[in-house]
């Protein structure tokens, strides 16, 4: 399926290949402003860290958040309109560790999660038993039209406001999507959103002990949501043998 765009982005619809919202991204906006965006995403963000003493993951979705509000017109998505959160959502540890401090604040159980979303944390599981180089899996593909763990009986996210990167950028402007093929979904919207995981690996970096450290790559590691799940049941059951 061929795939178009509008003034205010990439529709996601019948884009099967990252590389075509890559070339897009680097199609629209010069690598001056690329740099210039995430400089100014990186101090932004400590700034207000530091003025409202919050956590730095949480400075930066209001960043961002405000650069929607500023430069893009007002969305479509509402409460209820879930068909972006029937598929894989990709995470950092910063974003992971942020969702279990939301989940833990508002009395959710992770393992409350892990129950209703055992269907998809069961075919995370058997390919990671498999062997296969994870490098290799297609994730998405194989929790497609599966709902997210934190998605409730109503169609809302149970952590909204702490919701991962791979959720902010899904967004429709036109309309409200009528199906998981998203038809009104866009990315490429803003160039916050092309720094946006540089910056967010930038905030885990600096928060990872220097001896832990690595030399930045502008890149952190990324799982499923259930990945993750599947990696807290190990420890939690790690801690209980000993």
């Known amino acids: 399926m061929t795939t178009h765009s509008d003034p205010n ?3 996601i619809q019948g884009m099967t290949d990252p590389e075509v919202l890559r070339q ?3 199609q629209k906006f010069s690598e001056a402003e690329i740099q210039y ?3 100014k995403m990186l101090e932004d963000t400590k700034a207000l860290a530091h003025t409202e003493k919050i956590p730095l993951l949480q400075a930066f979705w209001q960043v961002l958040g405000q650069a929607y509000a500023e430069k893009a017109p007002p969305l479509t998505c509402k409460m209820g309109c879930a068909h972006c959160c029937h598929t894989g959502v990709s995470i950092t540890q910063l974003e992971w560790d942020g969702m279990q401090n939301a989940a833990r604040q508002k009395g959710i159980p992770l393992q409350n999660l892990m129950a209703r979303s055992q269907k998809s944390v069961d075919r995370v599981a058997k390919v990671l038993a498999s062997g296969v180089d994870p490098e290799t899996v297609d994730w998405h593909r194989t929790v497609v039209n ?3 763990p934190f998605l409730d009986d ?3 996210c149970m952590i909204h406001e702490d919701r991962p990167l791979d959720c902010r950028l899904m967004v429709a402007f036109r309309e409200v999507c ?3 093929n998203l038809e009104h979904a866009q990315r490429g919207v803003l160039v916050e959103e092309a720094v ?3 910056v967010i690996a930038r905030l885990q970096y600096e928060q990872t002990p220097r001896f832990k450290r690595r030399k930045f790559t502008g890149m952190q590691k990324l799982r499923l949501i259930q990945h993750w799940l599947l990696n807290w049941k190990n420890k939690k059951s790690s801690k209980k043998k000993h």
């Open 154 to 156: 109503d169609d809302a």
């Open 178 to 180: 009528a199906s998981k």
């Open 37 to 39: 965006a995430y400089e």
């Open 146 to 148: 599966q709902p997210c």
């Open 24 to 26: 897009f991204i680097q």
């Open 9 to 11: 982005g990439l529709f």
């Open 196 to 198: 946006a995981p540089t």
